[in-house]
């Protein structure tokens, strides 16, 4: 496969000569027009459309702007088999029909233990309490008068990848790599609101406790809290999404989405971490000696080919591009490789869009399709010199008990008709 030419790029574009006139037909490769073949003209050339004809809807007539309704397809999806309620369970990211490095605040995935908690925020209060010099309660109001930061960060769940453990299972990206999603947060520090109560110098952990049902809590040790842990109430430039903690919710860039608690409204702070039903029965990795990891609060470097993928597969011969996302949970993405024949021969992606600490990146490979199966995987490497491992070292380590922290390389089978299935090089 060579990298894209110039006479490539000629073939992406009809010519308004007779094959451009013969019509849309979009169809695999560029077929020769044939003599007989008289050129019929495109009537969404030649004619004029409705939308081109009649006055369209006036200003205010759509107060809060939403997709075009030729994008309806762009939603998220849930997996109906994999949990036994609706309230607890998970909605996936559509990451094939993302660009950028920002998820649109409608489309993050939903990780919810019992449901959506509707809070008005005149109603929630943040209160800081245990081993502090001033147990203190905040309004809203309250923390939007502390200084104010922006920060871009992914959120992973331990579980993203969790059903491939022992083997490729889900067909699509949305559902094996999405629960993830990245924004932009804005809040105030963590470390802001701490100085304002004041730890005590025995403080070691945080106990933060989240006000919908599920009253989830979870352990973070103090280092972290005072690092570049934040408490949102904005993301991507308007107010939190009550599917995303509205009206607070907890940031802890790089670590496992479990602990990010939404609803935020207790913070204690204690001498040594709690044993929340979370980390003793729940977000613990089994391993196969029978230990558990405890406590696997980082999320490590990954990546995935986005598009082509099982609900992207290639449509047409010629220049294509290929795209992806990588991150880490220990720092930035340094580098992403592709190989688009099962490992054999491997280029480096052409990364674009922000490098930021702890947030996704976007990748892409230009490249020419002829119509050979191809077995594409992508690579992670991060500013720690840590490169993605493949499934199979993975579980050398760590079995195959636990559902969570699978970081392994995606295979994704390119077939000679474009359609892409989720497959494992044996
Ligand atoms: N916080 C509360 N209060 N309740 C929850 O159910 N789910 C956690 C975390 N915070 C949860 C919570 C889990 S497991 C994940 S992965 C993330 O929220 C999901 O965040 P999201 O719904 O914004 O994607
Ligand atoms: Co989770």
Known sequence: MSDTSSADILNRRRFLGAAGLAGAGAVLGARPVKADDAPKPDPLITEVQDWNRYLGDGVAKRPYGMPSKFEKHVIRRDVSWLTAAPESSVSFTPLHELDGIITPSGLCFERHHAGIAEINPADHRLMINGLVDRPLVFTMDDLRRMPRVNKIHFLECAANSGMEWRGAQLNGCQFTHGMIHSVMYTGVMLKTVLDEAGLKPNAKWLMLEGADASGMNRSLPIEKALDDCMLAFGMNGEALRPEQGYPLRAVIPGWEGN????????????????????????????????????????????????????????????????????????????????????????????????????????????????????????????????????????????????????????????????????????
């Open 259 to 426: 602990i990010w608690v939404k609803w935020l409204r207790r913070i204690e702070a204690g001498d040594k971490p709690w044993q929340t039903r979370e980390e003793t029965s729940k977000y613990t990795d089994l391993l196969a000696n029978g230990r558990a990891r405890w406590h696997t609060f980082v999320m490590d470097a990954k990546s995935v080919v986005t598009n082509p993928s099982p609900q992207a597969p290639l449509r047409h011969k010629g220049p294509n591009v290929l795209a992806g996302f990588a991150w880490s949970g220990r720092g930035s993405v340094k580098r992403v490789d592709v190989t688009l024949d099962g490992g054999r021969n491997w280029r480096t992606a052409r990364i674009d869009g922000p490098v930021l600490d702890k947030s996704l990146v976007r990748f892409y490979v230009d490249f020419d399709w002829n119509g050979q199966e191809m077995m594409i995987q992508s690579r992670a490497m991060d500013s720690t010199g840590y490169v993605q491992p493949t499934k199979d070292e993975l579980r050398k380590v760590r079995g195959v008990n636990s559902i969570y922290h699978n970081n392994g390389i995606q295979t994704w089978l390119v077939r000679a008709t474009g359609e892409a299935e989720n497959v494992e090089i044996g």
